[in-house]
Every structure is written in C-alpha cells, then in structure tokens.
C-alpha cells in the first residue's frame, strides 16, 4: 500500500499502517501517526521509546523484545504501558516508521 | 527478536478483533506454564486486557517458593522421545529443564519469576483458584506479590466477562 504524505513524498506502508522502508521515515511523521494511534502529545519519554525502537532496528534488523525494551530502553514495562497502552513494541514501532515487530515475545 | 514476513490477513472490524482474554494456567511443568504465559504477555502486547488463572498445579508459577525451580516433565512425555525410564533417572529432569532454558533465553523468552513480573507490569490480572489454595493448605503469604486476589471460580467467571476464556 502506497499513501503520499502532505508533502508529496510517497511512502509504503503495510495494511496495518507500519512502514515498510524506514528510510522514508522523518520525524515529522511521528506526531501524526501517534495521534492517529490514540497518543496525545509524544513526551520526552515516548521519543526515548520511539529513538531506542528506530536505533535497534536500524542497527540489529529487527525490532527488541518487550523485554528487551524493559530493560535496555531507559524506560521499565509499567511507563511503557503507560505511554503506549495499546501495546508498547507495536505502537512505537508504527510511530518510529519501522516494520511491525513479528516476535511472540 | 523478530523480522518482517508477509504478514497474514487481519480482521480491522473492531467486532471481530479480540479485545479481552483470561487464560487458565493448570499444570505445573515447565512446559504446563508457559504457553499461558506467552499468550497472555502476546495479548497484553497487542493492546488486549489479559487475565491469569492459576489452578491446580498451575499455583506453582506464583507460589514464591517453587516459581524458580519448574522442571520439564521428563517422565511420561512422549514429546521429549525419552524412554520413561530414563526420565526418570536423578538429574534428568533438570538437565532437560537447563537445556530449555538455555534456548528460550537465546529467543529471548524470560525465566518465569521474570516473566510473571513482566506481565503484571504490563498489566494483566493475576489470580489464584481458591479450590486449588485450599486444598495444597496454601495462604496469599506463599504467592508472588503480584498475585492481586484468590478467587472463587464464580468470581473468575466475573472476570471474565466480556472476553474470551482460554485454558491451558
């Protein structure tokens, strides 16, 4: 699925709306698609989820674990919650502009 | 870890998508516990309000004493293609259970006192079967602190109103 943003940029996206090329991605993005995901305003907490999601990607080719995101990001499981309650690694991943996190974990 | 397949095809109609579920634990081995786990950490992941029921020896996932020490069931397990005999032979079963172990870390599956803790910080319920406490002689003091309330199977069914009941 292709969509073009205000800016004429095309972009693919999954049905789901993840990205599918992260390199799309800019960080103008983020605040509209979280407030299409039900997120208010992104705090500095979301974007230290949001940073450390992209990074990993980036850097490893897949997206960290729940538990993994618990321990390494800065931020434990309970905020995680807090700040993406409907579900931390998907969420963040969406609004980080990489694919859809595919473990069970 | 993960990586990106096709995906499969997804219901978006909100009265097809699951919104709640509360999962039965019932057995006590290694492999007993956790599926119920991976489900109800899976569910809480895609935003769906996840209960745990622990009964029978299902308990044994919250009961502070034996958390850390669930083994594999190598006797009489025809998955582990073990001769029954051989299950059963001291150590056994405790090698098996390090073997598993030691490839659930590498998937980045928790050890289950962790995994227990990560869920409820998600913010899943976690209970435990009356029937089941009152006869192991069992008191809310054996139970992890994350254990909210031991509860009737009545009241479970309470709970579970609204959503989708698995047992495990």
């Known amino acids: 699925m292709t969509t073009t943003t205000p800016l004429g940029s095309p972009i693919e996206l999954d049905p789901e709306g993840f990205f599918l090329r992260p390199e799309q991605w ?3 993005m983020a605040e509209p698609i979280a407030r299409e995901n039900g997120i208010g305003a992104l705090t500095e907490r979301h974007w230290q989820v949001i940073n450390f999601m992209r990074h990993s990607y980036l850097t490893t080719g897949s997206a960290p674990s729940i538990r993994t995101l618990g321990k390494a990001s800065g931020v434990p499981v309970k905020e995680l919650y807090q700040l993406f309650p409907k579900g931390p690694a998907k969420l963040a991943a969406k609004i980080a502009g990489i694919p859809k996190p595919r473990g069970c974990i | 870890m993960s990586d990106t397949l096709q995906q499969p095809e997804l219901a978006t109609d909100p009265s097809q998508t699951i919104q709640k579920v509360s999962i039965i634990i019932s057995r006590g081995s290694l492999e007993g516990i956790y599926p119920g786990l991976i489900m109800a ?29 669930v083994k ?3 006797v009489g397990n025809p998955g582990l293609h073990l001769a029954t005999w051989a299950g059963g032979f001291p150590g056994v079963a405790a090698m098996v259970t390090h073997r598993f172990a030691g490839e659930m870390e590498k998937l980045d599956i928790p050890p289950i006192p962790e995994f ?21 002689h069992l008191s809310k003091d054996d139970f992890i602190p994350q254990v909210q309330d031991i509860i009737t199977v009545g009241e479970f069914y309470g709970l579970a109103g609204g959503g989708q009941i698995i047992f495990t």
């Open chain 1, 26 to 28: 800019d960080e103008t």
């Open chain 2, 41 to 69: 950490n899976g569910a809480r992941m895609e935003g769906i309000d996840a209960n745990l029921f622990f009964t029978f020896f299902g308990l044994d996932a919250i009961n502070r004493a034996k958390h850390e020490h």
């Open chain 2, 72 to 74: 594999v069931a190598t």
């Open chain 2, 116 to 136: 227990i803790e990560l869920i409820a910080d998600s913010g899943a319920g976690m209970y435990a079967c009356k029937a089941s406490v009152d006869m192991f």
